[in-house]
C-alpha cells in the first residue's frame, strides 16, 4: 500500500515562501503521477499542480502559475511544492495524491492514494 505524508506546512507573511513536501512509502513514485490539492474551509478541493508519471509533464492551475513549482526527488521518494509570493488567499490544508500510470490530472477524484495534509496559513 502507497502512504503518502505531507510535511512543510506553516504560517507564512504575504509575498513569502513555504516549501511542502510529500514523502512516500510502500512503493516507488516513479509510476505514479502526483498532484497537489487544496482545501480552503467552506470550499471544495481544488487541483493546484501535477506531475504526470509518464514524462513528468507538470499542470498548473490559472491560479498559481508563475508562483508554484512542483519537483520530484527520486532518490528519496518524495515530490515536493515550492511556494512563492504566497497570498492570503492561498490560505488551505494542502494534501498530496498519488494515482498510478495516471496523466496528471487536476480532478481530485482520479487520484487513488492520499496523505492527511498540512495546513499553510498566509497571513499577516
Known amino acids: 500500500q502507497l502512504q503518502l505524508v505531507e510535511s512543510g506546512g506553516g504560517l507564512v507573511q504575504p509575498g513569502g515562501s513555504l516549501r511542502l513536501s510529500c514523502a512516500a512509502s510502500?512503493?516507488?513514485?516513479?509510476?505514479?503521477?502526483i498532484g497537489w490539492f487544496r482545501q480552503a474551509p467552506g470550499k471544495e478541493r481544488e487541483g493546484v499542480l501535477s506531475?504526470?508519471?509518464?514524462?513528468?509533464?507538470?499542470y498548473y492551475a490559472d491560479s498559481v502559475k508563475g508562483r508554484f513549482t512542483i519537483s520530484k526527488d527520486n532518490t528519496k521518494n518524495t515530490v515536493h511544492l515550492q511556494m512563492n509570493s504566497l497570498k492570503p488567499e492561498d490560505t488551505a490544508v494542502y494534501y498530496c495524491?498519488?494515482?498510478?500510470?495516471?496523466?496528471?490530472?487536476?480532478?481530485?477524484?482520479?487520484?487513488?492514494?492520499w496523505g492527511q495534509g498540512t495546513q499553510v496559513t498566509v497571513s499577516s
Open positions: 495524491a498519488a494515482e498510478m500510470y495516471g496523466l496528471g490530472s487536476l480532478i481530485p477524484g482520479e487520484y487513488d492514494y
Open positions: 506531475i504526470s508519471s509518464y514524462d513528468d509533464s507538470t
Open positions: 510502500g512503493y516507488t513514485l516513479d509510476y505514479y503521477a
